[in-house]
């Protein structure tokens, strides 16, 4: 089973920048990563996500135009660049793989992920 371990959180202020990465233990053609953020007292959130197979990225309304999604496949890393951020964008990010395309799209639910990393914190004050 594919091991994922997230980096690059920290705290900004509102119209900053940061790179999340998620590093994988392997290489599975076949997978969706994704990647979630759940703030305190809230359900954990899909963000973004990639087919690994064909690239083919998907987001949500809430960060779509601010963030991008992408892979490095020599890496085994997944990124997610976040730019613009608003304080509203604070939250424990956490990059997950699903077990097929089927489940990459602008709303991944939480359920459809079997694989999930430790998080990584992100703070955005205004």
């Known amino acids: 089973q594919v091991q994922l371990v997230e980096s690059g959180g920290g705290s900004v202020q509102a119209g900053g920048s940061l790179r999340l990465s998620c590093a994988a233990s392997k290489y599975t053609s076949s997978y969706c990563m994704g990647w979630f953020r759940q703030a305190p007292g809230k359900e954990r959130e899909g963000v973004a996500s990639?087919?690994?197979?064909?690239?083919?990225?998907y987001y949500a309304d809430s960060v779509k135009g601010r963030f991008t999604i992408s892979q490095d496949n020599a890496k085994n890393t997944l990124y997610l660049q976040m730019n613009s951020l608003k304080p509203e964008d604070t939250a424990m990010y956490y990059c997950?793989?699903?077990?097929?395309?089927?489940?990459?799209?602008?709303?991944?639910?939480?359920?459809?992920?079997?694989?999930w990393g430790q998080g990584t914190q992100v703070t955005v004050s205004s």
């Open positions: 990639i087919y690994r197979g064909g690239g083919t990225t």
């Open positions: 997950a793989a699903g077990p097929s395309w089927r489940v990459c799209s602008s709303s991944i639910r939480a359920r459809d992920f079997g694989v």
